[in-house]
């Protein structure tokens, strides 16, 4: 069965950090690009990083470059999104997306409140 399953997230102070794990089954991530998206309460969804199928470098939104760093990990056909200084603009649910099969995740909730 094809999957794609996000977690990580949870509720956590501003400046703080977290990790979101996305993990494929039924596929090997490793040879699709990945994005990273997220949707805030009352907006759309938005692009927040991506990395191509050949692991080069990484690519992020403006909003959360220098504090967001994507990465692989093929022996565990996992992506992740290390999020550090978060700020409360940054609460939203947050979905991995592989473009070339049109996969999405369920998404995880990341709140971001004092």
């Known amino acids: 069965q094809v999957q794609l399953v996000e977690s990580g997230g949870g509720l956590v102070q501003p400046g703080e950090s977290l990790r979101l794990s996305c993990a494929a089954s039924?596929?090997?991530?490793?040879?699709?690009?990945v994005s990273w998206y997220r949707q805030g309460p009352g907006k759309e969804r938005e692009w927040v990083a991506r990395?191509?199928?050949?692991?080069?470098?990484?690519i992020y939104a403006d909003s959360v470059k220098g504090r967001f760093t994507l990465s692989r990990d093929n022996a565990k056909n996992t992506v992740y999104l290390q999020m550090n200084s978060l700020k409360p603009e940054d609460t939203a649910v947050y979905y991995c997306?592989?473009?070339?099969?049109?996969?999405w995740g369920q998404g995880t909730q990341v709140t971001v409140s004092s």
């Open positions: 990395v191509r199928s050949d692991g080069g470098i990484p």
């Open positions: 039924g596929f090997s991530l490793n040879r699709y690009a």
């Open positions: 997306h592989v473009p070339t099969l049109g996969y």
